[in-house]
């Protein structure tokens, strides 16, 4: 378990009128206090019930928290959820979310939308959509990223419907805006290792590499997470491939550590897992890796509670710290119901 170096806040348990809090991003602000937004649900726990993106503030680096939701994106549909922001290089922070309508063919539609602030966050513009066409994309929270040509980058996985059928199979592909988020269009999709016999992409997230290179790492059924490349942007991907990542059906995260240059990933490690807990979103495990994401070494575990649920992290750096959050509920009360936050010392990734 982690030492004393590790805190951990159960910011947003549920209560009544409010069954789940998830999945969640960071932003500092210009006067040093953190913006935290979240998916907050009041009518059901499930994917598609209502919810809105609501956000807490803290002045102390994470530590803690205020006490009352700020209201940033209310509900104008069946639902928003997983909220990504992201401070741009031009000095403005971005809100991007996905909103869910009904869909007569397709069951659900999924769309994600982009709001922009020039005050901070006290206002934001109305939403752009990025997705374009009508399909169900899901897009994880956390997930925006600007290269450093400026390009915005959205990593997607288009499952076409969700509805009385099912969902259907995932199919990665990305967002790209090269006018700071005014217009978007799509990359090429990320080519199947067997077309024959198709697995289903889910939640992938986009990093940019130091020689400019895109490494995408991608959810999947297999027994451990597939990776992308791409060399020019983001524009083309090179045929999927699994990596030494073992991972149940989950999503990781990963973003460089300003700190030191490393990368950091977290994610369900299920190396050496027992039988019995194969499938189980847990134990949840950090790893670094010194090589631009060849290898991952220094397992640090986070949680390992065998009845926890532990996934959709969001990833935040804070003077010498790292501050996540992710979704921390019991498979036994509800599963993804619990917003977590958890602070420690970039240190501790290397002890």
């Known amino acids: 378990m982690p030492d004393a170096n590790v805190t951990k806040i159960v910011l947003l348990p549920p209560g009544p009128d409010n069954p789940r809090n998830s999945e969640g991003s960071f932003v500092t602000l210009q006067d040093g206090r953190l913006l935290f937004a979240y998916s907050h649900f009041t009518g059901g726990a499930r994917d598609d019930s209502p919810s809105r993106i609501a956000a807490r503030e803290s002045a102390d680096g994470g530590f803690t928290w205020s006490s009352q939701d700020r209201v940033l994106v209310e509900n104008t549909a069946m639902n928003t959820m997983s909220v990504s922001f992201l401070r741009l290089q031009d000095g403005r922070i971005a809100l991007g979310y996905l909103l869910r309508r009904p869909h007569a063919e397709r069951g659900q539609e999924l769309k994600f939308l982009l709001r922009f602030s020039a005050d901070e966050g006290e206002s934001w513009s109305e939403p752009i959509c990025c997705s374009g066409d009508t ?25 076409k419907f969700f509805g009385g059928s099912g969902i259907g199979i995932g199919d990665c592909v990305c967002f790209l805006s090269d006018d700071a988020g005014a217009t978007w269009r799509h990359s090429a999709y990320v080519p199947q290792p067997d077309p024959a016999n198709p697995i289903s992409f889910q939640e992938p997230l986009v990093v940019e590499l130091v020689t400019g290179r895109l490494m995408m790492l991608i959810r999947n059924a297999t027994g451990c997470l597939y990776r992308s490349w791409s060399d020019d942007s983001g524009e083309s991907w090179s045929t999927a491939e699994p990596t030494e990542l073992l991972s149940p059906l989950s999503p990781a995260s990963c973003k460089r550590l300003p700190q030191t240059g490393d990368l950091l990933v977290v994610y369900n490690d299920h190396t050496g897992i027992p039988e019995d807990r194969r499938g189980n979103r847990t134990p949840l495990v950090t790893r670094i890796s010194q090589d631009e994401g060849q290898t991952w070494i220094k397992p640090k575990v986070l949680e390992d509670d065998p009845g926890g649920w532990y996934c959709y992290t969001g990833v935040h750096f804070v003077e010498d710290a790292v501050l996540l959050s992710y979704c921390a509920g019991q498979r036994a009360t509800g599963g993804l119901n619990t917003t977590q936050i958890t602070r420690f010392p970039v240190d501790w990734l290397y002890e």
């Open 135 to 159: 399909s169900y994309y899901v897009v994880n929270n956390d997930r925006m990223v600007q290269l450093a040509s400026g390009r915005l980058v959205v990593p997607a996985a288009d499952h």
